[in-house]
């Protein structure tokens, strides 16, 4: 049984509220295991930067700032590769207002973004992990040519996750195309499309 269920919230609290309910409805959280080769490719990759000092370096002198932006861009091209490799960008038609496709573009990238930084939180743990086995202290202290504590370690990680992502990840292929658009796209937007691919069809009919 079809069942149409519709409401009405005035402002910026109600687009809000419509968002965040729709991004939570497809439940992004359910793409990580689709992250699995992209995540162990990006490991791979800043596993390998944590043995190069000159990254040690790197991590101590760019700063918080610079930091941050690097990881801003890191997810986003991840986020724009995504949607760019598995064709979840929708180009207004027709049959169909100029700011529903809207509402469902900003609600896909929303949906990937967050399933982006549940990706990204892991490989941070699985870095810093490594970072903390595989970068001895004495020698760490000695390269930086200061005493080092655990916010070393987070700073290094942090710069090693970005680099991982945008150098490994952004190359690597998500395992399950099919989870990726059911999830994204949500269930009213894939009952729309099936509805007009029927129209298309008129075998279908």
Not at 105 to 129: K, P, Q
Not at 197 to 204: K, M, R, V
Request: proline share 4%.
């Amino acid at each position: 049984m079809d069942v149409d269920a519709r409401y009405v919230s005035p402002g910026e609290r109600g687009r809000l509220c419509l968002w965040s309910g729709m991004v939570l409805a497809n439940r992004p959280w359910k793409i990580l295991p689709s992250f699995k080769g992209a995540v162990a490719g990006a490991f791979a990759t800043g596993a390998y930067a944590l043995v190069i000092p000159t990254i040690w370096m790197l991590a101590d002198a760019v700063g918080s700032a610079r930091l941050l932006l690097l990881m801003v861009a890191a997810i986003a091209s991840m986020v724009v590769w995504i949607i760019v490799a598995h064709h979840l960008w929708e180009r207004p038609n027709d049959r169909e207002a100029r700011h529903w496709t809207a509402l469902y573009n900003g609600v896909t990238v929303l949906t990937i973004t967050t399933a982006v930084l549940f990706a990204y939180t892991v490989l941070f743990m699985l870095i810093l992990l490594a970072a903390s086995v595989f970068v001895p202290g004495a020698y760490f202290q000695s390269t930086l040519k200061h005493p080092v504590g655990p916010g070393d370690y987070l700073t290094l990680a942090w710069l090693g996750t970005s680099l991982a992502t945008v150098a490994g990840a952004i190359g690597s292929s998500l395992e399950n195309e099919d989870t990726v658009r059911e999830i994204a796209h949500g269930y009213r937007q894939r009952r729309r499309n099936e509805n007009y691919a029927s129209e298309d069809d008129p075998d279908a009919q």
